[in-house]
C-alpha cells in the first residue's frame, strides 16, 4: 500500500498560501499514484469560512482517496464547527485490505497546543487488529522535532499516548504540524512527521514537502519529495519483523 502524506497546506488569501507551489505539489501526489492521500491537519490558517471553501475546492485537484483530521489552525474562529461540513468526522477508523487508519483530532478550539484524551486513547485500541497493521494519523507531534524550534506544543498527554501506541505495537504513526519532516523509530512503531505542503512558512532550507509511504508485508519505507526542486529523498527504512531501521535524514 502506498499512503502520500501531506501536510500543513495552509489555505489562506494573505502570506501564507503559496498556491503556485501547491498546484505543482498536487501533479506530483497524482504522478506518486497513491492508494490514499492521509492529510495531517491545518488545511487553513485561520479557520475561516473562505479557508475551508479554497481548501475544498483546491485538493480536488487529487485525484486520490483522501482522509483527512483537523489541526490547531483548522479549529480557529469557529472553524471547528466548519471541519465536519467540509471534510466530514474528525475521528475515524478507515479499514483497508490490510490496513486499519485511526484518524483522530489533536486540536482543540483556539489552542495551538493538543491532547488526545482517554475517549481517543480507546479509538487507537479500537482500531488495533491482529490481521491487520494499524496507522494512526493526527496533527501535533508525540515526540520532539528537530529543526522545528523551541519545543512547545507537544501534546498534552503525550506519555499516555505513547505508552499505548508501543504497547500494541502499533507500526505507524503519521503527524504534521512543525513544518519539517522527520521520522524516527521507538521499539516497533515508526513515528513519522510531514513538512509543509504549500505554506510559505518553511523552514530554513526544508522548502514544501511531503513524504511518500510504501508499506510492504515487512518494510516501511518513507520517502520526502522535495517540491520545488521536484527532488525525491529517502529518509528512512524500516523492517517489521526484525525492529531495525536505516535512517537517511538528510
Ligand atoms: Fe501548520
Ligand atoms: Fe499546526
Not at 61 to 87: A, S, T
Not at 232 to 246: E, H, P, R
Amino acid at each position: 500500500m502506498k499512503i502520500a502524506h501531506i501536510s500543513d497546506i495552509h489555505c489562506n488569501e494573505g502570506y501564507d498560501f503559496n498556491e503556485k507551489m501547491f498546484d505543482k505539489a498536487a501533479k506530483l501526489v497524482n504522478k506518486s499514484e497513491p492508494d490514499v492521500v492521509f492529510i495531517s491537519g491545518d488545511l487553513t490558517t485561520w479557520g475561516l469560512l473562505y479557508e475551508y471553501d479554497l481548501a475544498k475546492e483546491k485538493l480536488k485537484q487529487i485525484k486520490n482517496k483522501l482522509v483527512v483530521v483537523p489541526g490547531n489552525h483548522d479549529e480557529r474562529n469557529l472553524g471547528w464547527k466548519l471541519f465536519p461540513e467540509f471534510f466530514g468526522e474528525t475521528d475515524f477508523i478507515h479499514s483497508f485490505d490490510d490496513i486499519n487508519l485511526v484518524g483522530l483530532a489533536s486540536s482543540e478550539p483556539d489552542k495551538d497546543g493538543g491532547r488526545l484524551g482517554r475517549g481517543r486513547h480507546k479509538r487507537i485500541v479500537e482500531g488495533i487488529s491482529k490481521n491487520k497493521k494499524t496507522i494512526i494519523g493526527f496533527h501535533h507531534h508525540l515526540i520532539p522535532i528537530p529543526n522545528s524550534g523551541r519545543e512547545t506544543n507537544i501534546i498534552e498527554d503525550a506519555g499516555e499516548t505513547l505508552d499505548i501506541i508501543l504497547k500494541n505495537e502499533v507500526p505507524l504513526v503519521l503527524m504534521g504540524h512543525r513544518h519539517v519532516p522527520w521520522a524516527v523509530k521507538i521499539h516497533k512503531t515508526l513515528l513519522v512527521n510531514a513538512g509543509t505542503f504549500s505554506c510559505n512558512r518553511t523552514r530554513a532550507h526544508f522548502g514544501n514537502t511531503f513524504n511518500i509511504i510504501d508499506i510492504n508485508k515487512d518494510e516501511i519505507e518513507v520517502t520526502v519529495v522535495n517540491i520545488e526542486k521536484e527532488k525525491q529523498n529517502k529518509m528512512i527504512k524500516f523492517n517489521l519483523s526484525d525492529g531495525c531501521c536505516a535512517n537517511k535524514y538528510f
